[in-house]
């Protein structure tokens, strides 16, 4: 089965993700302008845009563990998702900037008295180096550096979760299922070492 999802994806071009990215946002519009998006359109749609974003983020996050525990190889799609979700956040953010707030001076006071735009818009500044970077020019230039720069997704991931979370006051199942669905990836990315090379204190080989 493994065999059989690696060679079906193997030729799936990574480009496809850069089509189909926008059929989701056309998707929404559509509601909007149809009235499928309730009483309160713009806010739903902001709401639709951060959770998709979320979605792909922990999509990016879940490539690594699939491979390593499943044989499932999808790091070729990596890039292109995380460039989408980046779209999606960036589209998230606009329409919370200019359909639904618009006031600048409204705009700073929520971001810094509203603790879960502030964590919002934190994990926003975070993925903006990602995104910049996510090219084949970065990656040689920055060499080694490229990979720790990119651990950056990790505090993205939970911050864009807990924003989440406290966006929707009270106790609420579905923010926390993405919570901690983002903290169990996480967890799942730490590498295991064996137990003699944790014990052996630094300088004590040879």
């Known amino acids: 089965m493994v065999d059989w999802i690696n060679s079906a994806t193997r030729r799936v071009p990574p480009w496809l993700i850069y089509i189909v990215a926008p059929l989701p946002v056309a998707w929404f519009l ?8 309730g009483v309160e ?3 739903e749609l902001e709401h639709r845009l951060g959770e998709l974003a979320l979605q792909v983020l922990l999509a990016v996050l879940a490539i690594t563990p699939l491979r390593r525990y499943a044989g499932v190889n999808l790091l070729r799609f990596r890039r292109a998702l995380g460039l989408v ?9 606009l329409v919370w900037l200019v359909l639904d707030v618009q006031i ?3 705009i700073w006071a929520d971001i810094v008295k509203r603790p879960y735009i502030t964590i ?4 926003f500044v975070l993925m903006i ?7 084949n020019l970065s990656v040689r230039r920055l060499g080694r550096n490229w990979r720790k720069l990119h651990t950056l997704t990790y ?7 807990l924003h989440f979370v406290l966006l929707r006051k009270g106790f609420q199942i579905e923010p926390l299922l993405y919570l901690g669905g983002a903290v169990l990836l996480l967890a799942l990315r730490v ?3 064996s137990p003699g090379r944790i014990a052996t204190p630094r300088g004590a080989r040879g």
């Open 104 to 106: 600048p001076a409204q």
């Open 30 to 37: 559509y509601l909007g302008f149809t009235g499928g998006l």
């Open 155 to 161: 505090p993205a991931v939970l911050l864009g979760a």
């Open 85 to 93: 979700c980046f779209f999606y956040v960036a589209l998230h953010l």
């Open 191 to 193: 590498k295991r070492r």
């Open 129 to 135: 180096p990602l995104a910049l970077t996510s090219n």
């Open 41 to 43: 359109p713009i806010r």
């Open 120 to 123: 919002g818009m934190l994990a």
